[in-house]
């Protein structure tokens, strides 16, 4: 009886100690994710003039199926600009993968935005970059 209580208490201990390290695992990925979503906005308000908002609707990387086969992580966003929506894919380099929209104004593409910009990052969390 006691041999078998030693050995289910251990299967136990192993079980926690298995989810304990995912859920420190998947905190990490999140928290890279989301730094990669920030130094996107930074390059994307440095690349889009008139750029009002930004949305991010999934993580992006791997998990999201946005890692190219290179290992390059890119996420597709929202853009509002001059009171207009558009969606491109970008890096966290900024750039766009796979181009932009046919409507998109060229004109806005080269010059850093001046105004503030409302970003909604992919958990939820909103921020205003100024």
């Known amino acids: 009886m006691k ?5 289910v208490s251990g299967i ?9 390290g995912a859920k420190i ?4 990925k999140v928290t ?6 920030r130094e ?14 930004i949305i991010f609707n999934k993580d992006g990387g791997q998990f999201s199926k946005t890692e190219n086969d290179f290992g390059t992580w890119y996420i597709e966003v929202k853009l509002k600009i ?9 890096g966290k380099d900024g750039g766009s993968y796979g181009g932009v929209d046919k409507d998109f104004p060229e ?10 910009v409302i970003v909604k990052y992919s958990n939820g969390d909103e921020a205003v970059l100024k």
Do not use: F, P
């Open 3 to 7: 041999k078998i209580l030693i050995i």
């Open 12 to 20: 136990i201990l192993l079980l926690i100690g298995i989810r304990m």
């Open 25 to 28: 695992y998947m905190d990490n």
């Open 32 to 37: 890279k994710e989301l730094e990669y979503q």
């Open 40 to 53: 996107s906005v930074i390059s994307l308000r440095n690349e889009y003039t008139d750029l009002e908002e």
């Open 82 to 90: 001059s009171d207009n929506w558009y969606e491109i894919a970008t």
């Open 107 to 116: 004109e806005k593409i080269g010059k850093e935005t001046k105004n503030s």
